[in-house]
């Protein structure tokens, strides 16, 4: 039967060529995007998926980052002990030198004492953004390492732990030298915490050694004002004076002020024993803290003592030597260690990461070949479609003849 008013052929044809429409949109946001996946309407699971383990992948590229920080900051702290061990190694050399009667002591105790200086400095300097791990103001670091995710979908962080191994000749826990003040701690403590308001912010620090032994030479006072530190090492004089915490105070007092903070205002209170009265005139909060650092208290402690400069002091500087370069070298040993560790998690890490996006590629990536052929073939089925609707459309046409 044939119909004017329905043209099934046409609503075939139409139907064909619409699909076949679709299709061509469908192959050519592909070749556009280069993904079969592009949006969660594409596969919705398939997308899920996709786009957690992106996040992963962005997630450990961070961790990328912390284990090059970590092993940067690991191989700074290996280069110090091994520096350290070198240089306790030619420290030896002056030391058994010493042994014989006929040298000049006095020439073999001075080089000493320069490597003791060198060894301060290697030590004090071994730092990477701020962290040392060999100075003795820190027991561990932690280096970002991985992030774990179970078959529940629940993500939790892993690191690996770097023991800082004390190489200091001097160390932080120490006596307690800060009295009472308007800081914290309210008591006797080895540090000292003081929060100055700006306009006219005021605080003390009070210095006493009468909670603990008495001061000796080479200890440490150290004030850090924002990201200033000034320090003051007792000498022989100080710590045999009558009241070695006002020599100590004045001390301090001259260093903060050879800093030039603006507007901070530093005075030596001669009526109240060693105390060092803050003013902040500023316009900004300023945050200072103090620190003991006890000399011979630090893992090379010993090295302090060592004097070559008698027989007597050569004989023990020699017994000492020995354990000193012993754990200078464990030391060297135990960063390396965990530097090796961390270069492998770094490797693993990155071919994670590379496994990951050949995994989500796999999943998302439209085969470009398969979809060249395909746009080919949907081509011609277009024009096909488009050709065969044009002859259904003039199909009622041919009801004409029939009445002429």
Same mark, same amino acid.
């Given at each position: 039967?044939?119909?004017?008013?329905?043209?099934?052929?046409?609503?075939?044809?139409?139907?064909?060529?619409?699909?076949?429409?679709?299709?061509?949109?469908?192959?050519?946001?592909?070749?556009?995007?280069?993904?079969?996946?592009?949006?969660?309407?594409?596969?919705?699971?398939?997308?899920?998926?996709?786009?957690?383990?992106?996040?992963?992948?962005?997630?450990?590229?961070?961790?990328?980052?912390?284990?090059?920080?970590?092993?940067?900051?690991?191989?700074?702290?290996?280069?110090?002990?091994?520096?350290?061990?070198?240089?306790?190694?030619?420290?030896?050399?002056?030391?058994? %030198?010493?042994?014989?009667?006929?040298?000049?002591? %006095?020439?073999?105790?001075?080089?000493?004492?320069?490597?003791?200086?060198?060894?301060?400095?290697?030590?004090?300097?071994?730092?990477?953004?701020?962290?040392?791990?060999?100075?003795?103001?820190?027991?561990?670091?932690?280096?970002?390492?991985?992030?774990?995710?179970?078959?529940?979908?629940?993500?939790?962080?892993?690191?690996?732990?770097?023991?800082?191994?004390?190489?200091?000749?001097?160390?932080?826990?120490?006596?307690?030298?800060?009295?009472?003040?308007?800081?914290?701690?309210?008591?006797?403590?080895?540090?000292?915490?003081?929060?100055?308001?700006?306009?006219?912010?005021?605080?003390?620090?009070?210095?006493?050694?009468?909670?603990?032994?008495?001061?000796?030479?080479?200890?440490?006072?150290?004030?850090?004002?924002?990201?200033?530190?000034?320090?003051?090492?007792?000498?022989?004089?100080?710590?045999?004076?009558?009241?070695?915490?006002?020599?100590?105070?004045?001390?301090?007092?001259?260093?903060?002020?050879?800093?030039?903070?603006?507007?901070?205002?530093?005075?030596?209170?001669?009526?109240?024993?060693?105390?060092?009265?803050?003013?902040?005139?500023?316009?900004?909060?300023?945050?200072?803290?103090?620190?003991?650092?006890?000399?011979?208290?630090?893992?090379?402690?010993?090295?302090?003592?060592?004097?070559?400069?008698?027989?007597?002091?050569?004989?023990?500087?020699?017994?000492?030597?020995?354990?000193?370069?012993?754990?200078?070298?464990?030391?060297?040993?135990?960063?390396?260690?965990?530097?090796?560790?961390?270069?492998?998690?770094?490797?693993?890490?990155?071919?994670?990461?590379?496994?990951?996006?050949?995994?989500?590629?796999?999943?998302?990536?439209?085969?470009?070949?398969?979809?060249?052929?395909?746009?080919?073939?949907?081509?011609?089925?277009?024009?096909?479609?488009?050709?065969?609707?044009?002859?259904?459309?003039?199909?009622?046409?041919?009801?004409?003849?029939?009445?002429?």
């Amino acid at each position: 039967m044939s119909s004017i008013l329905t043209n099934n052929s046409a609503m075939v044809a139409l139907q064909t060529l619409k699909s076949v429409n679709a299709n061509l949109a469908d192959t050519q946001n592909q070749i556009s995007t280069g993904k079969r996946v592009s949006a969660a309407k594409d596969n919705s699971a398939v997308w899920a998926i996709s786009k957690v383990m992106e996040s992963d992948v962005s997630g450990f590229k961070s961790i990328s980052e912390s284990l090059s920080l970590g092993e940067s900051t690991v191989a700074v702290a290996r280069q110090a002990a091994e520096t350290v061990t070198d240089l306790l190694t030619e420290m030896k050399t002056k030391i058994v %030198a010493a042994q014989e009667d006929n040298v000049d002591r %006095a020439k073999l105790n001075a080089d000493v004492t320069a490597l003791k200086d060198q060894i301060n400095s290697v030590v004090g300097a071994a730092q990477f953004n701020g962290l040392n791990l060999v100075d003795g103001s820190t027991a561990s670091a932690s280096v970002l390492a991985s992030l774990d995710r179970d078959s529940s979908g629940n993500v939790s962080a892993s690191s690996i732990t770097v023991s800082a191994q004390d190489l200091s000749t001097g160390g932080y826990t120490a006596n307690d030298i800060f009295g009472s003040s308007g800081g914290t701690p309210s008591s006797d403590g080895d540090t000292v915490v003081l929060s100055l308001d700006q306009g006219g912010g005021n605080d003390n620090i009070v210095i006493d050694d009468s909670a603990g032994s008495a001061f000796a030479e080479g200890d440490r006072v150290e004030i850090r004002i924002g990201d200033q530190v000034a320090s003051y090492t007792v000498t022989a004089d100080d710590a045999a004076a009558t009241t070695p915490s006002d020599l100590v105070a004045v001390g301090l007092k001259n260093a903060i002020d050879s800093l030039g903070i603006a507007d901070l205002v530093v005075d030596y209170d001669s009526g109240s024993a060693g105390t060092l009265d803050f003013t902040n005139n500023g316009t900004v909060d300023l945050a200072v803290s103090g620190q003991f650092v006890n000399a011979g208290s630090g893992g090379l402690g010993a090295l302090a003592a060592i004097d070559v400069s008698n027989s007597v002091g050569a004989a023990s500087a020699l017994a000492s030597i020995e354990t000193l370069i012993d754990s200078s070298i464990d030391a060297a040993a135990a960063f390396g260690s965990v530097e090796n560790r961390i270069t492998t998690q770094s490797e693993f890490v990155s071919k994670l990461t590379d496994s990951l996006k050949t995994g989500i590629g796999s999943m998302v990536d439209a085969d470009m070949e398969e979809t060249s052929a395909r746009l080919q073939a949907l081509q011609v089925q277009q024009q096909l479609a488009t050709q065969s609707l044009s002859i259904a459309n003039q199909a009622p046409q041919s009801i004409l003849s029939l009445f002429r």
